[in-house]
């Protein structure tokens, strides 16, 4: 099956997908940056100094606890942002952001971003918007992580990851993809190897590749595609112009 956004096209949709009009009172404030792996987008409980909007990047949303306890509860590329809680009013987060997929983004700062929203309430609207799409993949990752099979987690974690960048293979540890999941990197060993022997991933070191995405959809037994169904119905995947 197609990826849910289609393939990156050097623009972020929901930049793309504003009305021309708020497209040009953001545009002036936007920089474009290169963002490398591990970049801090945001730190647990302080105060939020940027917003970016992926353009080929990738960034995970991290829940952080006790004795070094953390795992992902979201994942946004080039359908989404950092920030959100400067959306909904709150300069400060409890969640770990970073970059896990290096590339680059726009960025804007947070005071000239919520002043603009203040000034206009269908830009407001319009990322509130992406934050319902991003609650929906939170519950859909909860009910995943759950009841489902650690090899089903993994999958829809990939198809996740694939669904923001171009390429087939990806840069991924097991690792990475412990504090991703919130397993023992002995289970994600387990959970590639299972993957692979029914030929639909291929793990090297440090890289997976995309093998039978049709195949990884069907392993993740429907705990993929709730929230992509409901971003393509907000946002679709809009040319720039």
């Given amino acids: 099956m197609a990826k849910a956004f289609g393939p990156p096209n050097d623009h972020n949709i929901l930049l793309a997908s504003l009305?021309?009009?708020?497209?040009?009172v953001l545009a002036p404030h936007l920089e474009l940056?290169?963002?490398e792996q591990r970049s801090a987008l945001e730190y647990p409980q302080e105060k939020i100094e940027r917003v970016t909007f992926p353009v080929d990047c990738v960034g995970s949303m991290v829940a952080v606890g006790d004795e070094g306890r953390r795992i992902e509860v979201g994942l946004f590329g080039f359908d989404g942002m950092s920030g959100t809680s400067i959306v909904m009013g709150v300069e400060t987060s409890p969640l770990e952001v970073f970059v896990?997929?290096?590339g680059d983004g726009y960025t804007i700062d947070t005071e000239v971003f919520r002043g603009l929203l203040d000034q206009h309430d269908a830009l407001e609207l319009h990322?509130?918007?992406?934050?319902h799409c991003l609650n929906i993949q939170t519950t859909q990752t909860a009910l995943s992580n759950g009841q489902s099979k650690l090899e089903e987690r993994l999958a829809r974690w990939l198809l996740m990851c694939h669904d923001r960048v171009s390429d087939d293979r990806m840069a991924l540890t097991h690792d990475f993809l412990s504090i991703?999941?919130?397993?023992?990197r002995a289970g994600v060993t387990v959970g590639?190897?299972?993957?692979?022997?029914?030929?639909?991933?291929r793990a090297g070191r440090?890289?997976?590749t995309i093998l039978d995405r049709d195949g990884l959809e069907a392993e993740a037994r429907g705990s993929y595609g709730v929230a992509e169904k409901e971003y393509a119905r907000l946002f679709g995947n809009p040319p720039t112009d």
Avoid: C, N, W
Wanted: hydrophobic fraction near 50%; charge should be positive; proline fraction near 3%.
């Fill in 19 to 24: 009305s021309p009009d708020l497209r040009a």
């Fill in 33 to 35: 940056v290169r963002l």
């Fill in 100 to 102: 896990q997929v290096a």
């Fill in 127 to 131: 990322f509130k918007r992406y934050i």
């Fill in 180 to 184: 991703m999941l919130g397993v023992r």
């Fill in 192 to 201: 590639t190897h299972i993957l692979e022997g029914k030929g639909l991933i």
């Fill in 206 to 208: 440090g890289v997976i």
